[in-house]
């Protein structure tokens, strides 16, 4: 479990260096006090758990001082370790470690997802809303406005997908889906677990993973936002969270589906393209009909709002609506 995930990326030497590793961004000066080495001998070490994903760097664009703090491991270490085809890790090892700790059982999903404050937040398809509420959606909640006003954007190959691959589960959805964002996409770049994407490109991303009937999954913060993920139900972490161990995993947005029951057909496509099984379908007796017909339902509770079923219906029956209490997203 999580001691060969360790042995996979850490050399002890690395290890004991991480272990007096402070909490917060720090410049090498300070680090190679408080580490007692030498600038010249600690940098290299840095760089070289940097490139692994272990630690992260910060380069400030004014000074160009760079700063150095322990990457978490979500989001953080267990992405980047299957973030990119190459590299120094061994990846069908990893997989196996990062799959037997985090599916084994719920322990890992608990001590991730278990938490009063959610990692991520689900944006709604903008493509599910229709125009009496589209005035009323804020920036923050749109994916397409959040990539937008990025400083920068990179694409990388999903983590979650990557990994089920590599264990044999792999689905059909394309895997460089993964959008970086700001400090977090320079980053990225620098250390090669991705690579830049213009606003263009990473626009055109949310476009087609929304047709695909993707969940998209930011940052769980209302500022700067460093991560927009272009999730599927079967190999997403965040998504296995509420399914499969019945956590809130994810901070809903702002919206809801509905249904309108006569527009109804009882077809089932909103309940199969639910990511997380918060529609089903129930039967309802109608009028003049021998056979007894099926209406969807949705699980007003269980729902993220991603808007997913909205647009997987063909009988414009299914609709996004304001929650009446919007989720607290921290700033």
Same mark, same amino acid.
Request: with cysteine; aromatic share 6%; glycine share 8%.
């Given at each position: 479990?999580? @001691? /060969?995930?360790?042995?996979?990326?850490?050399?002890?030497?690395?290890?004991?260096?991480? *272990?007096?590793?402070?909490?917060?961004?720090?410049?090498?000066?300070?680090?190679?006090?408080?580490?007692?080495? @030498?600038?010249?001998?600690?940098?290299?070490?840095?760089?070289?758990?940097?490139?692994?994903?272990? +630690?992260?760097?910060?380069?400030?664009?004014?000074?160009?001082? +760079?700063? $150095?703090?322990?990457?978490?491991? !979500?989001?953080?270490?267990? /992405?980047?370790?299957?973030? @990119?085809?190459?590299?120094?890790?061994?990846?069908?090892?990893? *997989?196996?470690?990062?799959?037997? $700790?985090? =599916?084994?059982?719920?322990?890992?999903?608990?001590?991730?997802?278990?938490?009063?404050?959610?990692?991520?937040?689900?944006?709604?398809? /903008?493509?599910?809303?229709?125009?009496?509420?589209?005035?009323?959606?804020?920036?923050?909640?749109?994916?397409?406005?959040? !990539?937008?006003?990025?400083? *920068?954007?990179?694409?990388?190959?999903? $983590?979650? =997908? #990557?990994?089920? %691959?590599?264990?044999?589960?792999?689905?059909?959805?394309? %895997?460089?889906?993964?959008?970086?964002?700001?400090?977090?996409?320079?980053?990225?770049?620098? =250390?090669?677990?991705? @690579?830049?994407?213009?606003?263009?490109?990473?626009?055109?991303?949310?476009?087609?993973?929304?047709?695909?009937?993707? !969940?998209?999954?930011?940052?769980? +913060?209302?500022?700067?936002?460093?991560?927009?993920?272009?999730?599927?139900?079967?190999?997403?972490?965040?998504?296995?969270?509420? #399914?499969? $161990?019945?956590?809130?995993?994810?901070?809903?947005?702002?919206? +809801?589906?509905?249904?309108?029951?006569?527009?109804?057909?009882?077809?089932?496509?909103?309940?199969?393209?639910?990511?997380?099984?918060?529609?089903?379908?129930?039967?309802?007796?109608?009028?003049? %009909?021998?056979?007894?017909?099926?209406?969807?339902?949705?699980?007003?509770?269980?729902?993220?709002?991603?808007?997913?079923?909205?647009?997987?219906?063909?009988?414009?029956?299914?609709?996004?609506?304001?929650?009446?209490?919007?989720?607290?997203?921290?700033?």
């Amino acid at each position: 479990g999580w @001691r /060969e995930i360790l042995e996979i990326l850490y050399s002890p030497e690395e290890a004991a260096l991480a *272990a007096r590793f402070p909490l917060k961004p720090t410049p090498l000066a300070e680090l190679a006090r408080r580490l007692r080495k @030498r600038e010249a001998e600690l940098r290299p070490r840095l760089e070289a758990m940097c490139d692994k994903g272990i +630690v992260m760097d910060i380069v400030s664009r004014s000074t160009g001082e +760079v700063k $150095y703090f322990l990457a978490p491991p !979500v989001v953080g270490f267990f /992405e980047f370790s299957m973030m @990119r085809a190459g590299g120094p890790i061994p990846r069908d090892r990893m *997989a196996a470690a990062l799959d037997a $700790y985090t =599916r084994g059982d719920a322990t890992f999903a608990r001590e991730a997802f278990g938490g009063k404050t959610a990692l991520g937040r689900a944006l709604v398809h /903008e493509s599910a809303l229709n125009e009496s509420v589209t005035s009323d959606v804020l920036g923050w909640e749109r994916a397409t406005e959040i !990539v937008s006003e990025a400083r *920068a954007c990179a694409v990388s190959t999903c $983590y979650c =997908r #990557h990994k089920a %691959q590599h264990v044999g589960r792999a689905c059909d959805t394309p %895997q460089e889906t993964c959008l970086s964002l700001g400090a977090g996409a320079e980053f990225v770049v620098r =250390r090669g677990f991705g @690579r830049v994407a213009e606003k263009p490109e990473a626009l055109d991303i949310l476009a087609a993973a929304r047709e695909r009937g993707l !969940v998209q999954i930011g940052d769980n +913060v209302v500022n700067r936002p460093t991560f927009i993920c272009n999730c599927c139900g079967c190999c997403c972490e965040f998504l296995a969270g509420i #399914h499969t $161990y019945k956590l809130s995993a994810v901070n809903p947005s702002g919206f +809801v589906a509905s249904l309108d029951v006569d527009r109804c057909a009882g077809c089932g496509r909103c309940a199969r393209a639910c990511p997380i099984a918060a529609i089903t379908t129930v039967p309802r007796r109608i009028a003049g %009909q021998r056979k007894t017909g099926l209406v969807a339902n949705v699980d007003a509770v269980l729902c993220i709002g991603c808007g997913v079923c909205v647009d997987a219906c063909k009988k414009d029956s299914m609709r996004m609506t304001r929650r009446a209490t919007r989720p607290d997203v921290p700033k």
